[in-house]
């Protein structure tokens, strides 16, 4: 069925019994509609990352709902009857952009009056494009690489455009908003310095298992090698890629091959037992969990990269 068509038949389907429908996406805990009982702004943030940044700026101020669970990968994930009446109800949805949400212009396609905030707004992005408002270009960018979470500065300008959206929504607290960010953005200053002088003297060349750290490569003076050519962490590689990684390893005495939280690591366990290494997990971040905070998994990451590089 034709995504926009589905989405269609889900919007029109809200307004019968919710109940008639807890079994539409099985195997997944429904969220509750948002109730609006106090004058704090409700705001949506797309998946892990965003729903930390948007609660270290808002705290207290805002209600805060994250959209794709915890523990899910939020590649392929689509949207609830649940989830869309939420959106319906939501002051602010954040959202990486560059085609990451795929499901963003079928929610405007719902109801345009959704306020979308795209936090990748004047970011340089792959494709050498930079997004000049707050538009959602989900389609056109589709092709793009979306990581920019992973890379600390432009972290830092995903969570000042959480705040300027906020301070714009609420203008009473701005002052707060613009604080809090402040706040966060010299913690994140601190995490990039830390990752530039202890990755500064290492080697470069690394294999990690999909195409998930070309910007932060690209900020630490890194070479990023995949073993998935694709924005796609579960494609699955041909035997002649097998093959290729196994040799560049080899060639640039590569003996540590990175996979991915929640994702099946027996692809980069035949690559280590070919070349005589080990498998680290290097974490795209893109599943959340509530034990560990974007910077503690980006210094977890940093330990197994200085673990693999810094020999």
């Known amino acids: ?3 926009q068509i589905k989405f269609a038949i889900i919007a029109i389907c809200i307004i019968i019994p919710l109940s008639s429908f807890i079994v539409y996406q099985s195997g997944q ?9 106090n004058s704090k ?12 940044f948007a609660k270290k700026v808002g705290q207290e101020k805002i209600d805060l709902i994250l959209l794709v669970p915890e523990g899910v990968e939020p590649h392929d994930w689509e949207p609830t009857i649940y989830d869309i ?26 109801n345009s009056k959704i306020q979308i905030i795209d936090t990748s707004v004047g970011i340089k992005i792959k494709n050498n494009k930079i997004l000049e408002t707050n538009e959602s270009k989900s389609n056109a960018d589709s092709i793009s690489d979306p990581h920019i979470w992973l890379n600390p500065k432009m972290a830092q300008i995903q969570v000042q455009n959480i705040a300027n959206a906020l301070s ?20 994140l200053e601190l995490l990039d310095n830390e990752i530039r002088i202890e990755l500064s003297k290492c080697n470069h060349d690394f294999i990690a298992s999909h195409n998930a750290f070309s910007y932060f490569a690209d900020e630490y003076g890194l070479v990023q090698h995949t073993i998935i050519n694709s924005n796609d962490p579960e494609a699955e590689p041909t035997s002649k890629t097998l093959e290729k990684i196994i040799n560049l390893a080899r060639k640039n005495d590569i ?21 005589g290494g080990k498998v680290l997990v290097l974490s795209p971040l893109e599943i959340g969990t509530k034990n560990f905070t974007y910077i503690d ?15």
């Open 255 to 275: 003996n540590v091959i990175f996979a991915e939280e929640g994702i099946d690591s027996k692809t980069s366990q035949i690559i280590t037992n070919e070349i």
């Open 41 to 52: 702004l409700v705001v949506i943030s797309s998946f892990h990352p965003l729903y930390e």
């Open 29 to 37: 805990t429904p969220q509750q509609p948002i109730s609006k009982s």
């Open 1 to 3: 069925m034709d995504r």
């Open 168 to 187: 714009k929504n609420d203008p009473e607290n701005q002052d707060y908003y613009q604080k809090n960010s402040q706040s966060y953005i010299k913690e």
């Open 85 to 110: 009446q939420n959106m319906q109800q939501a002051d602010l949805i954040f959202i990486n952009g560059i085609g990451f949400e795929s499901w963003v212009n079928n929610v405007h396609f719902i």
């Open 297 to 311: 998994r980006m210094k977890q990451n940093l330990s197994n990269l200085k673990e693999a590089l810094c020999r």
